[in-house]
């Protein structure tokens, strides 16, 4: 799957002469204005613009061409304040930012490239969004990197299922590897019967063979960091069908893969010093004759036996398995990401995930880092009672509650039955998706959490 490279959408030849670009604090507006020439500070006060977030007004040159623009970043400016820019601007105009509000420039510059992304793949974007010239301070490399990582993830979540299945899922991955110089192992179909049952039970049902891909990156030595990420290509629920409301978004479903790619390729742009392994299992959870049912009974690949609850909590089944398998390594960090639960978006609502952890102080370490990237998360407890509501009668455990509260929870102490007590582990259970257009996050699929993820790796292992 390719994509349009957003430095080449985004950004104005260096050399380009563009029209200065004034970011402004409302506190800032007045001093500002009295500086200006009086045809400036006349024209800005007429139109009434007042440097709130969000707001842009373009000032006329005398020949009727644009002399500059001023935008609104509000009294507290973040990562997105200049992002619906691009879109907003008119086409064809390249823009120079100007010193002022307390700006970051490579933040200015990532939000910017951000706010360029369309997905293209079906229909054209139609105009052209402003450009920027590259702002002075911006490293280039880290942010071109980022932004096409998170744009990557946005085209494998927007893709339809019809032409995003576990093969092309594992496709994009072995692509992440090879570019790093690593090559990724799939195990597909029926050879995952052995080490792999409970993602072979899963994804039995769909036309579209199921599959596990597995590669690593970096040197030998340094710190193990192992990402896993759920690849549910599409959901239907199995036999506990979904109705057409709650399925109608299920392309969404290997989010967890997207994001979990997003952040592999972050980490080798970057050249951080670990030794990173990402795990993705890909399945359809199709309806056919040989579903799976519930009640059935399957072996993890650590042994334990598990009882299937309800077809439609297939995420934490495949995970089983694949965090056996990470967990096997003895990594020095595990983290999961995935699009698990409906009650972690009614506890926070759709734009914000949940994080459980193996401990608070982890948690509070991941939700730090992404609130220094504007990438937000929340803590939930891993509340251990919980545990015994998921008792089951044949097996050691069964996939879900016996009540209808908290799933969230219930997942994460479910996964962690696959993890140990003594790793320290991270379980993302994110959305992945915009459910309207917002600055520089337009409507439809969505990295939430990826850049959270890399600036704790970062934090932790980086130079």
């Known amino acids: 799957m390719e994509h349009r490279a957003l430095s080449a959408i985004a950004f104005a030849p260096d050399d380009r002469e563009g029209v200065p670009l004034v970011p402004l604090r409302p506190a800032d507006l007045d001093g500002w204005l009295d500086a200006q020439p009086s045809r400036v500070a006349a024209w800005l006060r007429r ?8 707001s842009w007004q373009a000032v006329p040159a005398v020949d009727g061409d644009v002399a500059m623009v ?15 820019l691009p879109r907003a601007l008119p086409e064809g105009l390249d ?22 992304y369309r997905f293209d793949r079906y229909r054209p974007a139609g105009r052209a969004p402003a450009r920027l010239v590259w702002p002075s301070g911006a490293d280039r490399d880290a942010v071109t990197a980022m ?12 893709t339809p299922a019809e032409d995003l299945g576990p093969a092309e899922l594992a496709a994009a991955a072995g692509a992440v590897a090879r570019a790093g110089g690593a090559e990724a192992v799939t195990v597909v179909g029926d050879s995952l019967c052995e080490g792999y049952a409970c993602v072979h039970m899963v994804g039995r049902a769909s036309s579209r063979a199921p599959r596990v891909v597995d590669f690593s990156w970096g040197e030998h030595g340094a710190p193990k960091v192992t990402l896993v990420g759920k690849g549910v290509c599409f959901d239907t629920g199995g036999l506990d069908l979904k109705t057409a409301a709650w399925m109608e978004r299920m392309k969404k479903d290997m989010g967890g893969a997207a994001c979990v790619l997003a952040v592999a390729r972050m980490v080798i742009e970057a050249a951080l010093p670990v030794n990173l392994r990402v795990i993705i299992p890909a399945v359809d959870n199709a309806v056919d004759g040989n579903a799976y049912h519930p009640m059935d009974i399957v072996t993890v690949r650590n042994g334990m036996k598990i009882e299937i609850g309800d077809t439609d909590a297939e995420g934490r089944v495949i995970l089983a398995d694949a965090l056996c398998a990470a967990a096997e390594g003895n990594p020095d960090l595990l983290i999961d990401m995935a699009t698990l639960t409906g009650d ?5 609502g759709p734009d914000i995930p949940a994080v459980l952890a193996s401990s608070d102080e982890l948690a509070r370490e991941l939700v730090a880092a992404g609130a220094a990237v504007c990438d937000p998360l929340w803590p939930m407890p891993m509340w251990k009672p919980y545990a015994a509501r998921m008792a089951s009668d044949l097996a050691e455990i069964n996939t879900i509650a016996d009540w209808d509260f908290a799933d969230h929870i219930h997942a994460a102490l479910f996964l962690q039955r696959f993890v140990g007590e003594d790793t320290a582990w991270l379980h993302v259970d994110t959305g992945c998706w915009n459910i309207k257009d917002k600055p520089g996050r337009p409507k439809g699929g969505e990295a939430m959490g990826a850049r959270a993820v890399f600036e704790l790796i970062k934090r932790r292992y980086g130079a």
């Open 70 to 84: 001023v935008a609104g970043v509000g009294a507290s400016p973040d990562l997105w304040a200049l992002a619906g």
């Open 344 to 348: 972690a978006r009614t506890a926070l």
């Open 147 to 158: 932004a096409e990582a998170v744009a990557m993830a946005r085209d494998l979540i927007n």
């Open 47 to 54: 139109m009434g613009f007042r440097a709130e977030a969000g």
């Open 95 to 116: 823009l120079v930012l100007q010193d002022g509000a307390g700006l970051d420039a490579g933040q200015v510059a990532l939000a910017w490239a951000l706010g360029c």
